[in-house]
T-cell receptor
Framework: AQSVTQPDIHITVSEGASLELRCNYSYGATPYLFWYVQSPGQGLQLLLKYFSGDTLVQGIKGFEAEFKRSQSSFNLRKPSVHWSDAAEYFCAVGHYGQNFVFGPGTRLSVLP | KAGVTQTPRYLIKTRGQQVTLSCSPISGHRSVSWYQQTPGQGLQFLFEYFSETQRNKGNFPGRFSGRQFSNSRSEMNVSTLELGDSALYLC????????????????FGAGTRLSVL
């Protein structure tokens, strides 16, 4: 069965610092890959997605992610974090005919 | 265009009761999926409805059920509530069945927080 791991449960960065959130998946074929963000008490907002083609994808709020097939990874990056980026981030995987699977999430804290 | 709307936002029930949650998808979206989010289990897929038919189901007991109406609005029902059913229930809508098209994206509502006492 497909699975998604996010090795970091909680990350703290200073405002203005760069950010990388890790995501690894286990699946036989290349799945569809997504990053969502969830602010406290809110639903999930889609940051970006990868279906095929260029392995570096741009999303909203200045986020980008890179798909690396050899490492089964889809890491999320942002060059300069803002205090408003503090939230929980979920990597998700989908594939034709399969249920959507979310990773456990990474909680991001931002220090002023 | 209005987003996904879930009602109510908060619910408090006692063990043994039943509850119905509602979800109105984005206009034009025909697929509605439901997820349960808890601190211990994270986000888990409950089921997906498309054209008034359940298309996919996650690993949940039969106490969890749902339906979809002709206008694509969906309801989720949980019977004989247990303490462990306390969670944030999220609804997501998409144009087509999830994972049937590379262009399909799920949009989420703000959720219904259910507390079972």
């Amino acid at each position: 069965a497909q699975s998604v791991t996010q090795p970091d449960i909680h990350i703290t960065v200073s405002e203005g610092a760069s950010l990388e959130l890790r995501c690894n998946y286990s699946y036989g074929a290349t799945p569809y890959l997504f990053w969502y963000v969830q602010s406290p008490g809110q639903g999930l907002q889609l940051l970006l997605k990868y279906f095929s083609g260029d392995t570096l994808v741009q999303g909203i709020k200045g986020f980008e992610a890179e798909f690396k097939r050899s490492q089964s990874s889809f890491n999320l990056r942002k060059p300069s974090v803002h205090w408003s980026d503090a939230a929980e981030y979920f990597c998700a995987v989908g594939h034709y005919g399969q249920n959507f699977v979310f990773g456990p999430g990474t909680r991001l804290s931002v220090l002023p | 265009k209005a987003g996904v709307t879930q009602t109510p936002r908060y619910l408090i029930k006692t063990r043994g009761q039943q509850v119905t949650l509602s979800c109105s998808p984005i206009s034009g979206h025909r697929s509605v999926s439901w997820y349960q989010q808890t601190p211990g289990q994270g986000l888990q897929f409950l089921f997906e409805y498309f054209s008034e038919t359940q298309r996919n189901k996650g690993n949940f007991p039969g106490r969890f059920s749902g339906r979809q109406f002709s206008n694509s609005r969906s309801e989720m029902n949980v019977s004989t509530l247990e303490l462990g059913d306390s969670a944030l229930y999220l609804c997501a809508s998409s144009l087509a069945r999830i994972n049937r098209s590379a262009k399909n994206i799920q949009y989420f509502g703000a959720g219904t927080r259910l507390s079972v006492l």
